[in-house]
């Protein structure tokens, strides 16, 4: 009789586990906006372009076939503070996802109490001191668990998941940043080098100009006016250098920090001076779809609009009741030998309810802040998807400009420096002026930095639409320093 009193009271519990396990969770489902875009890139050349691969935008450094700069971009993903700090985020996030998920499950714990207490003489009047003495004993486990018949922990659940999906593309938005960055920082610094050796050397040959001219002076052939002349072109080209090396030194101390050290710590390993890595080939972006599919950013915006929606599904179920499963299992005595005794023990099995039908106008606030979040975040989402087409656009126009440029002025610096050496050689037989002397080096210089310049943006062009494209996430994750717990 006894264990079919018991079956028969499993009936209510069971009822409602089953009820708990069918119900449907408030709150509107996510569905992935619609991000209509064009077929193709606009600025996106269809000849001669190169499709990417997965594998290869994850690495694309590595195709500048420069060595010292594959070292200090594996470098700066082990070591970057700020890929770290995204690191840090993203174990929070898993953290606290993690932590959500009991949430499901009922939650279990201990306890125990003992206790020694005598009562007053005024409390128990007419006893003795030992017969106010009293002692007792306890302990049990207990365990409560809230019935989501309404969806209150799936939607958190669901929301804390997106909030960990959004962390994870942010750590691979910062890694596609920092590796643009590295790469950009030190190809600009190589072009940069070039610009001060084309001053420096230009500035030799214009000081052997002004020899030339300081021993026409000196034999009675040539003019101060002319060596004035010489001497003020030298002057304004050695006053590039300055400037450029100042501009060396800065993009040298950039590297070194985006590696993890202090700015001067490169400085003996980047000096020495190096070519311009090779221009790649024009690279083929695929379709606008493929894009968003990659960008990190994009996903880290889809994700928080989809937490985002989640809450409101958790401040929605604020409308409805919340039944909470409550049970002890435990014992008590007064005395310790008897705690675990035949007939010491306790127990308590309660359902309980809370609702909020009485405070209505905070949970319709809530639910209004809640959905005004979720308008928020899907305005920034578009906003995202938008100027991720309007970045890869802008850097497909600058890269394939930047090709053009660079053919022409590679042209005039071949041509440039060859009419400066003709025009060396006819002052020296008499057939040309200082003046054609003198503008031919002017020439030559400016043609030969511009040059120079040009190849740089080239590049920086092509690490561009890499860096847009989402190349540079190769799921290498910095590495977990250990905190120190004092």
């Given at each position: 009789?006894?264990?079919?009193?018991?079956?028969?009271?499993?009936?209510?519990?069971?009822?409602?586990?089953?009820?708990?396990?069918?119900?449907?969770?408030?709150?509107?489902?996510?569905?992935?906006?619609?991000?209509?875009?064009?077929?193709?890139?606009?600025?996106?050349?269809?000849?001669?372009?190169?499709?990417?691969?997965?594998?290869?935008?994850?690495?694309?450094?590595?195709?500048?076939?420069?060595?010292?700069?594959?070292?200090?971009?594996?470098?700066?993903?082990?070591?970057?503070?700020?890929?770290?700090?995204?690191?840090?985020?993203?174990?929070?996030?898993?953290?606290?996802?993690?932590?959500?998920?009991?949430?499901?499950?009922?939650?279990?714990?201990?306890?125990?109490?003992?206790?020694?207490?005598?009562?007053?003489?005024?409390?128990?009047?007419?006893?003795?001191?030992?017969?106010?003495?009293?002692?007792?004993?306890?302990?049990?486990?207990?365990?409560?668990?809230?019935?989501?018949?309404?969806?209150?922990?799936?939607?958190?659940?669901?929301?804390?998941?997106?909030?960990?999906?959004?962390?994870?593309?942010?750590?691979?938005?910062?890694?596609?940043?920092?590796?643009?960055?590295?790469?950009?920082?030190?190809?600009?610094?190589?072009?940069?080098?070039?610009?001060?050796?084309?001053?420096?050397?230009?500035?030799?040959?214009?000081?052997?100009?002004?020899?030339?001219?300081?021993?026409?002076?000196?034999?009675?052939?040539?003019?101060?006016?002319?060596?004035?002349?010489?001497?003020?072109?030298?002057?304004?080209?050695?006053?590039?250098?300055?400037?450029?090396?100042?501009?060396?030194?800065?993009?040298?101390?950039?590297?070194?920090?985006?590696?993890?050290?202090?700015?001067?710590?490169?400085?003996?390993?980047?000096?020495?001076?190096?070519?311009?890595?090779?221009?790649?080939?024009?690279?083929?972006?695929?379709?606008?779809?493929?894009?968003?599919?990659?960008?990190?950013?994009?996903?880290?915006?889809?994700?928080?609009?989809?937490?985002?929606?989640?809450?409101?599904?958790?401040?929605?179920?604020?409308?409805?009741?919340?039944?909470?499963?409550?049970?002890?299992?435990?014992?008590?005595?007064?005395?310790?030998?008897?705690?675990?005794?035949?007939?010491?023990?306790?127990?308590?099995?309660?359902?309980?309810?809370?609702?909020?039908?009485?405070?209505?106008?905070?949970?319709?606030?809530?639910?209004?802040?809640?959905?005004?979040?979720?308008?928020?975040?899907?305005?920034?989402?578009?906003?995202?998807?938008?100027?991720?087409?309007?970045?890869?656009?802008?850097?497909?126009?600058?890269?394939?400009?930047?090709?053009?440029?660079?053919?022409?002025?590679?042209?005039?610096?071949?041509?440039?420096?060859?009419?400066?050496?003709?025009?060396?050689?006819?002052?020296?037989?008499?057939a040309a002026d200082l003046l054609d002397v003198l503008d031919a080096e002017r020439t030559q210089l400016q043609a030969q930095d511009a040059f120079a310049d040009a190849r740089t943006r080239s590049?920086?062009?092509?690490?561009?639409?890499?860096?847009?494209?989402?190349?540079?996430?190769?799921?290498?994750?910095?590495?977990?320093?250990?905190?120190?717990?004092?």
């Open positions: 009789m006894h264990k079919f009193i018991l079956r028969q009271s499993r009936w209510p519990v069971l009822s409602l586990l089953a009820l708990a396990l069918s119900a449907c969770a408030v709150g509107p489902d996510f569905v992935r906006p619609d991000t209509p875009a064009a077929a193709a890139f606009a600025r996106a050349e269809t000849t001669a372009s190169v499709a990417a691969s997965s594998a290869e935008l994850a690495e694309f450094w590595r195709s500048f076939g420069d060595a010292q700069l594959s070292t200090l971009v594996d470098e700066a993903l082990a070591n970057n503070h700020d890929l770290k700090i995204a690191l840090a985020r993203y174990d929070q996030a898993n953290a606290l996802l993690r932590a959500s998920r009991f949430d499901r499950f009922p939650t279990v714990t201990a306890s125990a109490d003992a206790r020694d207490s005598r009562a007053s003489a005024d409390q128990a009047p007419g006893l003795t001191r030992s017969q106010r003495d009293a002692e007792s004993y306890s302990a049990g486990i207990n365990a409560s668990w809230e019935l989501d018949l309404f969806g209150r922990v799936r939607r958190g659940n669901e929301s804390s998941r997106a909030d960990a999906a959004a962390s994870a593309a942010d750590l691979q938005a910062v890694q596609v940043s920092v590796v643009g960055e590295v790469a950009r920082t030190y190809v600009e610094l190589r072009g940069l080098q070039q610009r001060l050796r084309v001053a420096q050397e230009n500035a030799d040959n214009q000081r052997e100009t002004l020899r030339l001219v300081d021993a026409r002076l000196h034999a009675g052939r040539g003019t101060e006016f002319d060596s004035a002349r010489v001497r003020a072109q030298l002057e304004v080209t050695q006053s590039r250098v300055p400037a450029l090396q100042a501009e060396v030194a800065v993009a040298m101390h950039r590297l070194a920090v985006l590696s993890g050290r202090t700015p001067d710590a490169l400085i003996a390993a980047l000096e020495p001076v190096r070519a311009l890595p090779a221009l790649p080939a024009p690279l083929d972006p695929g379709t606008p779809g493929d894009l968003l599919r990659r960008r990190p950013d994009v996903a880290a915006a889809e994700q928080r609009l989809h937490a985002a929606t989640a809450r409101i599904g958790v401040a929605a179920a604020d409308l409805f009741p919340r039944f909470t499963l409550a049970g002890l299992l435990g014992t008590q005595a007064i005395t310790g030998g008897n705690l675990f005794q035949r007939d010491s023990e306790t127990r308590v099995v309660a359902l309980g309810v809370d609702w909020s039908f009485l405070d209505l106008g905070r949970v319709n606030a809530r639910i209004a802040a809640a959905d005004a979040a979720a308008e928020g975040e899907l305005a920034r989402y578009r906003q995202t998807v938008l100027l991720a087409l309007e970045e890869t656009e802008n850097a497909l126009v600058r890269y394939g400009h930047a090709r053009s440029e660079d053919a022409h002025l590679d042209r005039a610096a071949a041509d440039s420096t060859e009419a400066a050496r003709l025009a060396r050689v006819r002052f020296d037989a008499g590049i920086v062009g092509a690490i561009a639409v890499y860096k847009a494209l989402a190349g540079g996430w190769s799921g290498q994750l910095p590495q977990r320093e250990p905190v120190a717990v004092r």
